[in-house]
């Protein structure tokens, strides 16, 4: 019976990276990108759109979509620097899960600082897919906690059986 090994190419995400994170990054949420966010997800409410719609509807500005927070976690200089740090490679990294703890609304024109950590590292059969959790907190001006992101990454190894050392992929 073969047992599938893990080739040094591709070896597995140490778990000794749970707890380690990456500098806080501070976006403004311009109502530019809301618009046009708006548009792409089929958004026709005005109070999504125009500002000042927005605020005869009783807002400071245009109404961030749920979502939107991911959309915002990316506007870090280089957003999946944090995976290479880790030893992953993007190639091999498939969307598993997101989730969104919102504890209160956020509308154009404020400042959120997102600051992020891995919270867990697990591995299935034999190494070939490796689970990667990072948790979000995301906080406004006033360092009031605004949202909690939660993203799971499966990093899927391809190659990690003896017959396949030489394929890559």
């Known amino acids: 019976m073969n047992t599938p090994t893990v080739p040094s190419r591709a070896r597995l995400i140490d778990p000794a ?25 089929g958004e026709r409410r ?4 125009d500002e000042a719609a927005a605020r005869r509807a009783g807002h400071p500005g245009l109404p961030v979509p749920p979502t939107f927070l991911f959309c915002l976690e990316m506007e870090r200089p280089d957003p999946w620097a944090w995976l290479a740090d880790i030893g992953v490679d993007l190639d091999t ?5 997101q989730s ?20 867990d590292v697990t591995a299935k059969s034999d190494g070939a897919l490796q689970f990667v959790v990072r948790q979000t907190r995301v906080t406004d001006e006033q360092g009031a906690e605004v ?16 017959d396949d050392e030489g394929d890559t992929q």
């Open 17 to 41: 990276v749970v707890g380690t994170g990456t500098a806080p990054h501070t976006v403004l949420v311009e109502a530019g990108r809301l618009r046009q966010f708006a548009h792409a997800i």
């Open 46 to 49: 005005p109070e999504h759109v």
């Open 93 to 97: 990294v498939l969307h598993a899960e």
């Open 100 to 119: 969104f703890v919102h504890h209160r609304s956020t509308w154009s024109g404020e400042r959120l600082t997102f600051a992020s950590r891995i919270t």
């Open 147 to 162: 949202a909690e992101l939660s993203t799971t990454l499966a990093v899927v190894r391809r190659g990690t059986g003896p």
